[in-house]
């Protein structure tokens, strides 16, 4: 089970292009400066469990209980106090997992979904974080709402949607098949959009680019498996065949369709959703070859050997209402790697021609091509022809 959580976590956080936090970012937020003496009592009185985690990390423990403090008191009513307690929050989530959390989890993993975990998680929430888990097992620590009715108050139109959109972001972590339910990423999607749309040249809107992309990719890069054994499946990034860890299901984009009408997304991920790449599997469960219809391609980027650098154009395309959703790295016949943005892909070269000429059409481009992949069982990789 760990074998598999681990391989779990390491293709999901590839999708998402997590990359560890960098202690000097951490360094960089501002830790409590006003010391209050009732800090630390109250703490203990209202935090029982966190205080008893922390009561040999006596540093922690009067950060930790400077910021609580800082939330029960909800006296924040400005945009300069409310942004500094979420940076506060953030180097909060950090010192928790870090130097507590993680180890005491790894040394005591049914702690977290007993009564006593539980409460844990209560006390937490009350400070506007919430833990995340794979498999019944603690993973880490996530924002989650804070000081709603203050946001909501006192916070600025782009601080409040900030605020919103963290939460959503916290939300969207965790669980065995973190693709099972989208909620979250539609929310983000939503205030992304109204914080992209109003406050363009923002420094919130700034902020959220990278989450925001990643959670319309969640949307957009979705396509169908068919087994003769599991029937259609709806499986999200690259040429996955397998449901875990990344099976999700048409409900979910048919939710955001009817969520959010409005959302200049909306047709596009009805087009992806009516319309989907697929992929079929013989009876033995191995991928039949299948036809790319393949808009543009490149060389993977040295530092990730992902394909960043076509990204931006596969972002454009979206916000255009253009619905070339794929982009993943594959092999090539000669061993190299090549990313390709891909309309669509079908195991049936007439239905990958029949896309060519739609997507030509559109485009009016002369150099969309439909080339051929093949899944190799020695190596268990797509080789493209």
Request: hydrophobic letters at 35%; charged letters at 20%; a negative charge.
């Amino acid at each position: 089970m760990l074998l598999r959580l681990i391989a779990t976590l390491c293709l999901v956080l590839a999708f998402l292009g997590c990359h560890p936090t960098d202690s000097n970012e951490t360094a960089n937020i501002s830790l409590p400066t006003t010391v209050s003496p009732n800090a630390l009592p109250l703490f203990k009185q209202q935090f029982p469990r966190l205080s008893d985690l922390l009561q040999n990390d006596t540093i922690t423990q009067k950060v930790v209980s400077q910021y609580a403090y800082r939330v029960l008191q909800q006296n924040d009513t400005s945009d300069t106090s409310l942004e500094q307690l979420i940076d506060q929050r953030a180097i909060i989530i950090v010192l928790l997992h870090s130097k507590v959390l993680d180890p005491f989890f790894s040394k005591n993993d049914a702690y977290y979904n007993s009564e006593s975990g539980t409460a844990l998680e209560t006390e937490l929430n009350r400070m506007g974080i919430k833990t995340f888990a794979a498999e019944g097992i603690y993973i880490g620590l996530a924002p989650a709402t804070l000081l709603e009715a203050n946001f909501r108050k006192y916070a600025s139109q782009p601080l409040y949607l900030y605020q919103q959109f963290i939460t959503a972001s916290g939300n969207s972590m965790g669980g065995e098949y973190p693709y099972s339910n989208l909620q979250a990423q539609r929310a983000m999607i939503n205030i992304g959009e109204q914080l992209t749309h109003q406050y363009p040249q923002h420094q919130y809107t700034k902020k959220i680019q990278s989450e925001f992309n990643t959670a319309l990719r969640v949307l957009t890069d979705v396509h169908t498996v068919q087994s003769s054994t599991s029937g259609v499946m709806y499986i999200v990034s690259d040429l996955l065949f397998q449901p875990y860890p990344t099976a999700t299901s048409d409900e979910q984009y048919a939710a955001f369709i009817k969520e959010y009408p409005d959302s200049k997304y909306s047709s596009l991920i009805k087009n992806i959703y009516e319309h989907p790449s697929e992929i079929r599997l013989n009876d033995d469960e191995v991928p039949q070859p299948i036809y790319l219809v393949i808009i543009d391609s490149g060389s993977p980027s040295m530092e990730y050997a992902d394909c960043q650098t076509l990204d931006p154009k596969r972002k454009d395309f979206l916000d255009k209402g253009i619905d070339i959703p794929h982009l993943f790295p594959i092999k090539k016949s000669n061993n190299d790697m090549e990313c390709v943005l891909c309309y669509r892909f079908f195991a049936d070269p007439n239905k990958a021609q029949k896309a060519r000429e739609t997507i030509k059409k559109r485009l009016n481009s002369r150099k969309i091509q439909v080339r051929k992949a093949v899944f190799s069982t020695e190596t268990q990789t797509w080789v493209l022809e």
